[in-house]
């Protein structure tokens, strides 16, 4: 199974500013995903991150709020931009179980980071 | 387009008894992985167990089952020898086995274990 950290742990931030969230997977993986969890909700796909090019958002979430980067096969970036305090919520990073680079039929998740917007 | 469907919002228990989740889906992929994670309040996601849409048989990981109804369209998670750890929030979700990779989730089931 994959081992994901992700980076911090918790914070809590001022309504305007902005917040980087690291994701490290102990092994190559092709994708990675970023979920949102807002309080009491399930989780709702922000992107999907190949590395070596653009992510791909879903509906309802945009670049200039939910920039990512994806430097390698190894590790992920969210920034949550301009924050309110409607972005309060976990936000997750997400790998399928690897094998080297090949995705299996497992899927992975990182501890999470719990974001509280004053 | 999936939808997952979790049909209670809470669930309760008696430590040691047996406890079945339930989890509908809907999809028009022809190939699809099914998964259950457990949610504790520390708020990580808990990989369970995985069922592949063509897997013959109901997987299992140790107190966990999972029973797969194809024809109802039904994956429902089925917990043994229920323990207080096991207290937390499930999640039904699925993907496409071949196409996107994004999991789909369900709203989820809140279980509680009684001593």
């Known amino acids: 199974s994959a081992v994901i950290s992700q980076k911090p742990s918790r914070d809590i931030c001022q309504r305007g500013t902005s917040l980087t969230i690291q994701c490290q997977v102990d092994?190559?993986?092709?994708?990675m995903f970023w979920y949102r969890q807002q309080p009491g909700q399930s989780l709702t796909l922000i992107a999907t991150?190949?590395?070596?090019?653009?992510?791909?958002?879903e509906s309802g979430f945009v670049i200039d709020k939910f920039p990512i980067s994806r430097p390698n096969l190894t590790f992920s970036t969210l920034t949550v931009s301009n924050m309110s305090p409607e972005d309060s919520s976990i936000y997750l990073c997400?790998?399928?179980?690897?094998?080297?680079?090949?995705?299996?039929?497992?899927?992975?998740f990182g501890p999470g980071t719990r974001l509280t917007v004053l | 387009a999936q939808k997952i469907t979790q049909t209670q919002p809470g669930m309760f228990v008696q430590e040691k008894e047996a406890v079945t989740l339930d989890c509908t889906y809907d999809?028009?992929?022809?190939?699809?992985?099914l998964f259950w994670y457990k949610q504790p309040s520390s708020g990580e996601m808990i990989f369970l167990i995985y069922?592949?849409?063509?897997?013959?048989q109901n997987a299992t990981e140790g107190r966990y089952s999972l029973n797969f109804q194809k024809a109802r369209k039904s994956a429902n998670l089925v917990i043994s020898a229920s323990q207080l750890g096991d207290s937390a929030m499930y999640f039904c979700?699925?993907?496409?086995?071949?196409?996107?990779?994004?999991?789909?989730f369900g709203s989820g089931t809140q279980l509680t274990v009684l001593p």
């Open positions: 069922q592949g849409s063509y897997d013959e």
């Open positions: 979700a699925m993907r496409a086995r071949y196409s996107a990779r994004q999991l789909t």
């Open positions: 092994s190559q993986v092709t994708m």
């Open positions: 991150a190949n590395q070596g090019s653009e992510a791909t958002y």
């Open positions: 997400s790998v399928d179980g690897t094998s080297g680079v090949t995705s299996t039929d497992t899927q992975y």
């Open positions: 999809t028009s992929d022809q190939s699809y992985g």
